[in-house]
T-cell receptor
Framework: SQQGEEDPQALSIQEGENATMNCSYK?????LQWYRQNSGRGLVHLIL?????REKHSGRLRVTLDTSKKSSSLLITASRAADTASYFC??????????????FGQGTILTVHP | DSGVTQTPKHLITATGQRVTLRCSPR?????VYWYQQSLDQGLQFLIQ???????AKGNILERFSAQQFPDLHSELNLSSLELGDSALYFC??????????????FGEGSRLTVL
């Protein structure tokens, strides 16, 4: 089963609007990462936030992490048509047999209309 | 370009057959990860190797096996193929032996179609 669950499953917005995607997870983590995937292509790393961080920015991206609620959000500001892609959160779980791997959620499909 | 190379890009084969997928990690990366992506299962972690040794195992079927060679390239072997094995197979690499060290760099994937 997936560790992370993204919400919403699909998001459709106009260029210039902000897009917010949420991710919930189940167990304690070392870090949480967001990746982007253009249709049928490889995943591209966007941002990593560690468990002791609450917010991180990178260009038009803002990520928050609430470990008490086991949730994270990714905000893309002033979206562009080129932002159209699937976005995945991935968690690096702490301890157990999950050492050394990232577990991905099902993803949010973002469509930005010109 | 992530620096991770996967071959072949596309592969069509029949049920019962065996295929080998190849991955060359980014220069300097010692860890290689294999993931399977399908519409119904999403992205599933299969297996990780670090500097030639198996490091972590996920939902990898017994019909599947992998290895990492001294030059750090990796191969994923899929045998007795079934229709349900049709998927996109990704290889990713990282510098260290734990995802806690940072990001994974993904290849463009190998799309396997089993007929």
């Amino acid at each position: 089963s997936q560790q992370g669950e993204e919400d919403p499953q699909a998001l459709s917005i106009q260029e210039g609007e902000n897009a917010t995607m949420n991710c919930s997870y189940k167990t304690s983590i070392n870090n949480l990462q967001w990746y982007r995937q253009n249709s049928g292509r490889g995943l591209v790393h966007l941002i990593l936030i560690r468990s002791n961080e609450r917010e991180k920015h990178s260009g038009r991206l803002r990520v928050t992490l609430d470990t008490s609620k086991k949730s994270s959000s990714l905000l893309i500001t002033a979206s562009r048509a080129a932002d159209t892609a699937s976005y995945f959160c991935a968690t690096d779980r702490r301890g157990g047999t999950s050492y050394g791997k990232l577990t991905f959620g099902q993803g949010t499909i973002l469509t930005v209309h010109p | 370009d992530s620096g991770v190379t996967q071959t072949p890009k596309h592969l069509i084969t029949a049920t019962g057959q065996r295929v080998t997928l190849r991955c060359s990690p980014r220069s300097g990366d010692l860890s290689v990860y294999w993931y399977q992506q399908s519409l119904d299962q999403g992205l599933q972690f299969l297996i990780q190797y670090y500097n030639g040794e198996e490091r972590a195992k996920g939902n990898i079927l017994e019909r599947f096996s992998a290895q990492q060679f001294p030059d750090l390239h990796s191969e994923l072997n899929l045998s007795s193929l079934e229709l349900g094995d049709s998927a996109l197979y990704f290889c990713a690499s990282s510098v260290g032996d734990s995802a806690n060290t940072g990001e994974l760099f993904f290849g463009e994937g190998s799309r396997l179609t089993v007929l």
